[in-house]
């Protein structure tokens, strides 16, 4: 080592060998550099593993409350370490917090076009009519919009564009509700279903999670009226390892949800 160093470092005096000062220096300098390597190694092992990484995710109630819950809870059990922070909003406050960057990525319900964020359909599928327990409708299999016809009717808010869908879909069957409520979440229109104000039509992950918790019953409704549920990201932005990952498990639990409600009696 000496040889490399060019200087001595060691004092020698017969068996006993004592540091030199600059013997001294070049082992603390050694010491830095070992552990500055163990910094690297650790550095990386957190990066493979996410340890201490931070994710954030947009969703809307509606699905920040369940869907969303149980696909981070599924991620966490393989990755703990990772801080995952929910926000919850509006499809407005939503596609601005991933246009602007401020979400990693995003969960929605799809309602059009969505300029400047990156948009990934997951799944399509179709509104299902839920029902007081009990309510004479509850004897058919599957409904048509005949069936609704002069029902008390549990809408959601006007000008929102699942509303104007199902409201398209009755008027082309020219078919009379009776609207004695408007409600904005899937949740509320369930209670105000449950509590016995009157029918509706939402779609099946609200209808799963409303289905014991407001006892209402869940029926097939025809013709078909689409939601599609999507990840969204960013714009121009790569993604990272984690959103890749999360991603994964996102697609992952929404075909087991989807397996889920086709398995469940009256869908």
Known sequence: MEAITQFPL???NGSRLTPTQDGSRFFQEVEKTFI???GLESAAASIRSFSASRLSVAAMPRL???LLARIVAAFKTEYPDVMVSIH???????HNWISSGFCDTGLAMLSGDSPGIQVEPVLTMNCVAVLPKGHRLTKLKKLKPADFAGEPFIAFPSATPLREKID???KAAKVERQTVAEAGLG????????AGLGVALINPLAA?????ANGVEVRPFSPAVPVTVALLYPPYHTRTRLVSVFSRYAHQLMQEEMADLKAR???
């Open 187 to 194: 949740s509320s229109v369930c209670a105000l279903v449950g």
């Open 208 to 212: 799963r999670e409303e289905y014991e």
């Open 265 to 267: 009696p009256g869908r």
């Open 168 to 170: 398209a879909v009755f």
């Open 88 to 94: 919850s909003g509006n499809a407005s406050a939503v």
């Open 10 to 12: 060691f004092d020698r």
């Open 64 to 66: 920040a409350g369940g």
């Open 36 to 38: 500055g390597l163990a």
